[in-house]
């Protein structure tokens, strides 16, 4: 298992143009989370699965971005009519379920996939 | 509201200097407190998980602890590929499991 992975690594559009990235969890992790990291903040979150159910969304996920997770394998992260606030680094992570009454379990993300709205 | 701020913003520092970095947290009890490495252009990597005060974990030059407020991240005798941006995340007992709130980062410089 080569970890996290996403694609693309880098995007550049322009204003108002629709953008996809797609992640492919550690195949063994039922969770799988999206979060967004701009220069110089730690991430934020946006929203998480739990194999093919998103189970919570942030209120930073406004009505332009759409995420699903087909069949509870890979993931894929839409933002239409992009805006340049948009651009951000777009981390996705995986996990296992935590156990019942345990702590919680520890995120392993990917590289990342760097979007930026001219 | 639950938050985490970290400092300093920035520390440089000589190799071989010892130092640490502080993580405040206030959360509605917590559920897991965690240190994560992160270098530029990259997503962060796992360092540490501590879920109750008073517990300590150590890696290399590593050394996290934590308290009922915050959290330390020790390096003792830093080498420059220490250098990178630490950063501490903390899951709330009242928040979901999936939802890591994550403080802005400890940046750390290694001088040779």
């Known amino acids: 298992d080569t970890g996290v992975s996403q694609d693309p690594r880098h995007k550049i559009t322009k204003r108002g143009q629709n953008v996809t990235f797609r992640c492919d969890p550690i195949?063994?992790?039922?969770?799988l989370y999206w979060y967004r990291q701009t220069l110089g903040q730690g991430p934020e979150f946006l929203t998480y699965?739990?194999?093919?159910?998103?189970?919570?969304k942030s209120r930073l996920l406004s009505d332009r971005f759409s995420a699903e997770r087909p069949k509870g394998s890979f993931s894929t992260l839409e933002i239409q009519r992009t805006e340049q606030g948009d651009s951000a680094m777009y981390l996705c992570?995986?996990?296992?379920?935590?156990?019942?009454?345990?702590?919680?379990?520890?995120?392993?993300f990917g590289a990342g996939s760097r979007l930026t709205v001219l | 509201e639950d938050q985490v701020t970290q400092s300093p913003e920035a520390l440089r520092l000589q190799e071989g200097e010892s130092s640490s970095l502080n993580c405040s947290y206030t959360v509605s009890g917590l559920r897991g407190l965690f240190w994560y490495r992160q270098d530029p252009g990259k997503g962060p990597e796992f360092l540490f998980t501590l879920y109750s005060a008073g517990e300590e974990k150590e890696k290399e030059r590593l050394k996290a602890t934590l308290t009922k407020k915050e959290s330390f991240l020790h390096i003792t005798a830093p080498k420059p590929e220490d250098s990178a941006t630490y950063l501490c995340?903390?899951?709330?007992?009242?928040?979901?499991?999936?939802?890591?709130?994550f403080g802005k980062g400890t940046k750390l410089s290694v001088k040779p």
């Open positions: 195949s063994e992790h039922n969770r």
């Open positions: 992570a995986s996990s296992l379920k935590p156990e019942l009454f345990s702590g919680a379990n520890v995120l392993t």
């Open positions: 699965f739990q194999n093919e159910a998103q189970l919570e």
């Open positions: 995340a903390v899951v709330s007992l009242g928040g979901s499991q999936g939802n890591l709130i």
